[in-house]
């Protein structure tokens, strides 16, 4: 298609300059003594526009058609009229093939120049498509870590609450807890009794069919709430469904009470709660409110100071409930005169906060269940500024023998 176009292009060339020479030098045809002879423009345009080829070919036509046109009008041959004009023979298709090179160099230019500026609009396309991901994921990440742990933002408060009412109104409380907490909608307590019967002390949610006043170790809840108490762990219906037991719809799972008395038997929750990081959640709670009865029932307040062994076994159920469910807790370790360190202190404390004399009574340790730096911050904001103190946060199960070492000062 170029070369037919080249032709083309040629001929319409040389028929302009013929054209010009017809009518301004009609007394040299061909231009042949004039020096440079118009006849060049034609090699030079057609080597710039197509080639080397082109232009030497472009060159070789204008030669024969300007020493033709003087041969003719002069009357001599060709031959004699080319070799008279040495500078025509050589320097038209010369020309042709110095503008075929300048073509080529030209293009491969714009060609090398394009090839690069197609793979730099690839590579912005691509940089572009990563920056709108990187924009995406860093929005999700920053979504992510401001609802991370944002189901216990009021654990605290929850658990508070559990030990301000009756004694008699916690266990239905902790019921209602877990269902806002860990999407418990139907379960009870069940405390156990002889001849393999279990007897409801409360329930939340649902009808009560499936978990009726009274349970028995036939029934499929009972079986299951047997096997937990059995085992002296959560235990699921898939476990027993495993070991052999046949498929039913009694309960989902059934978690025992520390002290074997009780069990919480689950029967419904929305499918995507029934999960093994929200069974430690409930399993979490549980071990909380347990401790604490415990330290209830022995006559001292939910914030009492205990001994050093009864503080490092909470610091550890902290740690690995920080580790398991995910809220931290926090440690402060407060300096000053023992009998005035524990007059300003300990009153301020919360329910089921803890805390521990150290050493010779100089230093008081004090462990924030399911808490936070502002917790902290308030708490020392309460003490006042004349006892020196220090934060230590709980964060995980492997943290619970260094800081109990910090606050002994053990290296």
């Known amino acids: 298609m170029l070369g037919i176009r080249a032709l083309i292009e040629t001929g319409v060339v040389l028929a302009v300059i013929v054209g010009a020479n017809a009518l301004f030098g009609w007394s040299d045809p061909g231009w042949v003594s004039l020096n440079p002879t118009p006849y060049l423009l034609v090699p030079l345009l057609l080597g710039l526009r197509y080639g080397f080829a082109a232009g030497v070919l472009a060159g070789g036509a204008a030669v024969v058609v300007s020493t033709l046109w003087a041969g ?11 070799g008279a004009n040495p500078f025509a023979v050589l320097a038209l298709p010369a020309l042709g093939a110095i503008a075929g090179e300048l073509h080529r160099s030209v293009l491969g230019r714009a060609d090398a120049s394009e090839e690069r500026l197609a793979m730099f609009e690839e590579q912005f396309e691509r940089l572009s498509t990563e920056l709108a991901l990187s924009h995406d994921s860093r929005a999700q990440l920053q979504d992510a ?3 991370h742990g944002a189901e216990f933002c009021s654990a605290d408060l929850e658990l508070r609450a559990l030990f301000a009412a009756d004694a008699g109104d916690r266990a239905e409380g902790l019921l209602a807890t877990l269902d ?3 999407s418990v909608s139907e379960a009870a307590f069940y405390q156990t009794g002889s001849k393999g019967e279990f007897e409801r002390e409360a329930s939340h ?3 009560g069919d499936r978990l009726p006043g009274r349970l028995r170790d036939t029934d499929p809840a009972g079986a299951l709430a047997r096997a937990a108490l059995d085992a002296g762990k959560l235990v699921t219906a898939r476990e027993l469904w495993e070991g052999g037991a046949k498929p ?5 799972a059934a978690l025992p009470w520390p002290d074997g008395d009780r069990v919480l038997v689950i ?3 929305p499918f995507a709660a029934v999960q093994w990081q929200n069974f430690a959640r409930i399993e979490l709670f549980c071990r909380w409110v347990a401790n604490t009865e415990a330290d209830l029932e022995t006559g001292g307040p939910p914030a009492a100071v205990v001994d050093g062994d009864a503080f ?9 409930s920080a580790a398991d469910a995910g809220p931290s807790s926090t440690v402060l370790l407060f300096s000053g005169d023992g009998a005035k360190l524990r007059d300003s202190v300990v009153p301020k404390l919360r329910p089921a906060d803890l805390a521990a004399s150290l050493g010779d009574g100089s230093r008081l340790a004090v462990l924030l269940p399911m808490s936070g730096g502002r917790d902290a911050e308030a708490l020392v904001d309460q003490v006042g500024d004349g006892v020196a103190c220090e934060a230590i946060p709980v ?3 492997g943290c619970a023998d260094e800081i109990w070492n910090r606050l002994n000062d053990v290296a």
């Open 395 to 397: 964060r995980g199960r």
């Open 248 to 252: 039913s719809t009694g309960a989902i």
């Open 72 to 82: 003719l009008a002069a009357g001599a041959p060709w031959l004699d009229v080319l």
């Open 180 to 182: 806002r907490l860990c």
């Open 267 to 269: 029967a419904d929750m």
């Open 205 to 207: 949610g649902g009808p």
């Open 145 to 147: 870590l401001a609802l």
């Open 312 to 320: 490092r076994r909470r610091l550890e159920l902290a740690a690995a």
